[in-house]
Nanobody
Framework: QVKLLESGGGSVQAGGSLNLSCAASGYLSSPSYCMAWFRQAPGKEREGVAAIWTHDGRTHYIDSVKGRFTISQNNADNTMHLHMTTLKVEDTAMYYC??????????????????WGQGTQVIVSS
């Protein structure tokens, strides 16, 4: 069983930055994982934002965050991070950490991921 715990959410003005972290614990039996950040705004579906394959660090982003968000990993302590810059009001959402054993071929789909954190709130005000 893999447990995920997010931290680092908060409130920030548009144009500001936030760093989210996800700590993985438990029985990490797979040699590699696809780790991802999803977000869900009120009244909207949950969407994949960024993903990273722990095997080689390959990253993926949705177009709306490219150049603004950076996903990274630290295999030494099983953490993943999302560095968010130039935040926009439309980035406001609950952000979730997700994990799946294997590669990130279908990372945009929630169905790919069997492990989820509880979420951390990000609020961006104008």
């Amino acid at each position: 069983q893999v447990k995920l715990l997010e931290s680092g959410g908060g409130s920030v003005q548009a144009g500001g930055s936030l760093n989210l972290s996800c700590a993985a614990s438990g029985y990490l039996s797979s040699p590699s994982y696809c780790m991802a950040w999803f977000r869900q705004a009120p009244g909207k579906e949950r969407e994949g934002v960024a993903a990273i394959w722990t095997h080689d660090g390959r990253t993926h982003y949705i177009d709306s965050v490219k150049g603004r968000f950076t996903i990274s990993q630290n295999n030494a302590d099983n953490t993943m991070h999302l560095h968010m810059t130039t935040l926009k009001v439309e980035d406001t959402a609950m952000y979730y950490c997700a994990a799946s054993s294997g590669a990130c071929g279908t990372w945009r789909s929630q169905m790919t991921f069997g492990y989820w954190g509880q979420g951390t709130q990000v609020i961006v005000s104008s």
